[in-house]
């Protein structure tokens, strides 16, 4: 109306450059929640199993720099320089060496697997001389129902034989291959009353028809370009198809496979190629296997990072003392997600602490801790938070509600410190398509950066200085 027309007109440069301004940053803003998201689901749709998140993670880091260190070499670490190594090709622990008198490991922890169905060795199984299906075992506790009626594929690694040598080749049938389909409604009435799901019997997926294709075998032996014969051992298993989206009303919420623990992996590995250290050595660790228990060589209940940290330490030529003086100033944020209040079942959550998609990043306590966080490492945590300007929430299970486990406790049995467990606000967890809000990762993604900066310095034991 003419009325606003004139408004505008009259606005002075002086005053309209604010406004300009905070437009512009509304908008940069949107364009780098939007560009995070967009590069989250590229990064899952290349991540169909732990296998290849860990390789993606890599080309990620070789692609900035940084130089793959392997287990079985001696290293030459150096001031300036920037590493990773894998274990398993499932876990991966990358670090920067700012500088040779660091304050302390600044280690941001998360995991690479997500519960699935896993193919078994001899998997066909063939029904009436007319359809082949594939026998499956679980993988980790999933929810059942989400798996049926959309089309999966089949993903992981097979070891080659090669003369006298063992290579293992990442496999992804990049197509729709598999479904399980639901038996119809009309051939049990009583199925949306509850139903009890025996994987062996409901969940194996139909693969082809007895008189077409090809054995599964030979089917993976093609898609790798090698032998049957040459094919000595598989770690193979089903994926959905369905890529990440972003939905509701105003672009509010993101959807996709496999957000835990993906999210908290992808973030903690971009904050590390974002940010400058110049105190501590910031360190990311991915660890395979958090889903059934850790208990792995590449799990977080593994040596693994106790043995890397060492190895640090004595690659810089530094000595046992100093090693545990810096172990007395690191921090481990151990990042897996946590639930968010559901919009249908408002009452499974926690009457005081209550989380919601895009309310911040999840700061995680449980009594018996089966979170690691405490008074001293929640304070830290907050502190950063604020420092980084970004919300974060708390979450504590309802009394009598079971609720889950996570990595941090687990990993400080091998490396003993300051540990808080935080995570992203999700709903649906272990679904294979699983829902958060398009916020939250920019946020995570920036107390990662201000964690990776920081320097938490002990003074004795109860003060802590965060400089
Ligand atoms: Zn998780």
């Not at 369905?242 to 623990?261: K, Y």
Request: one cysteine or more; hydrophobic letters at 35%; a negative charge.
């Amino acid at each position: 109306n003419d009325t606003a027309t004139t408004e505008i007109y009259t606005l002075s440069l002086h005053d309209a450059l604010p406004i300009l301004q905070g437009l512009f940053i509304e908008r940069s803003n949107k364009n780098m929640i939007q560009n995070l998201n967009e590069e989250l689901f590229s990064f899952i749709k290349k991540s169909p199993t732990g296998f290849h998140a860990v390789h993606e993670l890599a080309n990620y880091l070789t692609e900035a720099g940084f130089e793959r260190l392997a287990e079985g070499n001696t290293w030459n670490l150096a001031e300036g320089g920037k590493y990773f190594v894998t274990r398993n090709q499932s876990a991966i622990i990358a670090f920067k060496v700012s500088r040779k008198d660091y304050s302390g490991f600044h280690i941001a922890a998360s995991h690479s697997d997500s519960p699935t169905l896993k193919i078994k060795e001899s998997s066909e199984m063939n029904i009436e001389n007319q359809y082949v299906k594939l026998n499956v075992e679980k993988y980790g506790g999933m929810l059942c129902a989400p798996w049926f009626d959309r089309p999966l594929s089949v993903a992981g690694r097979i070891i080659v034989k090669d003369g006298n040598r063992l290579t293992t080749k990442l496999i992804n049938v990049d197509r729709d291959l598999l479904m399980i389909p639901n038996l119809a409604i009309h051939m049990n009435r009583e199925v949306n009353d509850g139903y009890k799901y025996n994987i062996q019997k409901d969940m194996l997926p139909l693969y082809r028809m007895s008189n077409s294709g090809k054995a599964f075998k030979e089917m993976i032996a093609e898609e790798a370009g090698v032998s049957v014969d040459q094919i000595k051992g598989m770690d193979l298993f089903l994926y959905n198809r369905m890529e990440g989206t972003v939905w509701g009303c105003d672009g509010e919420f993101i959807s996709a496979p496999r957000l835990d623990d993906l999210q908290c992996a992808f973030t903690s590995t971009m904050a590390l190629l974002n940010s400058e250290s110049d105190r501590c050595i910031p360190v990311v660790a991915v660890f395979d296997n958090e889903e059934v228990g850790s208990g792995t060589k590449q799990g977080a209940g593994s040596t693994f990072l106790y043995d890397i940290l060492r190895r640090i330490n004595r690659s810089l030529g530094r000595t046992e003392e100093e090693y545990l003086t810096s172990l007395a100033s690191s921090f481990m944020v151990s990042a897996d997600n946590g639930h968010a209040v559901h919009p249908n079942y408002a009452d499974k959550t926690d009457p005081t602490n209550r989380t919601y998609l895009n309310g911040g990043l999840v700061i995680k306590h449980s009594a018996n801790q089966k979170y690691t966080t405490d008074a001293v490492s929640a304070a830290v945590m907050r502190c950063l938070c604020e420092r980084a300007g970004v919300p974060y929430q708390e979450f504590l299970n309802r009394s009598d509600i079971l609720g889950g486990s996570t990595l941090g406790n687990i990993s400080n049995a091998q490396v003993s410190l300051n540990t808080v467990d935080v995570g992203l606000p999700q709903l649906a967890m272990h679904s294979p398509y699983e829902t958060a809000g398009s916020k939250d990762m920019a946020y995570l993604e920036k107390a990662f950066e201000e964690f990776f900066k920081s320097a938490i310095r002990a003074e004795g034991d109860g003060t802590l200085v965060l400089e």
